[in-house]
C-alpha cells in the first residue's frame, strides 16, 4: 500500500523557493488525478515542466500548460508508456525551458535516444570542457550486497 505523503502535492507561498511556484511528485497516472491536475494548480499559474515516469524511471520531461500536456500524453503515443507524473509550476516564464533542458541533460542518454528529446539552453554558453588527462575516473569499490539464503 502507497501512503501520500502531503509534500508530494505542495503549494507554497511566493516567498518560500525562488524557482517553483507549486508542484506535485509522483502522482499515479489516474482518471481522477488527470482530470483533477486543473483544480490542483492556481490560476494563472498553470505552466511549467512535467516528467513521465514508469515506475520510478523517468520516460519523458516536457513543459507547456501542464493540465493540457497531461491530457493529451493520456491520448497520443506515449499513452502506454507511463503510469506516474510530477508536475512543477515555474515562477518566471522565462526559465521553463532551461529547467526542462537541465532535466533533460540530467536523464541518462539512452533515455535521449529512445524518447527522441534534447535540448539546448537558451544563449548557451560554450562548454568548459576537462583536459583528456582528467577524463579517466577515480576507480571506487563497492561493497558486495548479501541477500539471504532461500
Known sequence: MHIRDERYNCSVSEDVMGLIHQFGEMWARTPKNIKNIRAALKKPARAGVYILYDGA??????KGNIPYRLEKATRNKRKNFWDHFSWYVIKDQALMHDVEVLLLRALPPYLHYLNGQSGNFINEPPATDQHPSDQAAEYITRKKV?????
Open 146 to 150: 548479501l541477500r539471504p539464503s532461500k
Open 57 to 62: 524511471t523517468p520516460v519523458y520531461i516536457g
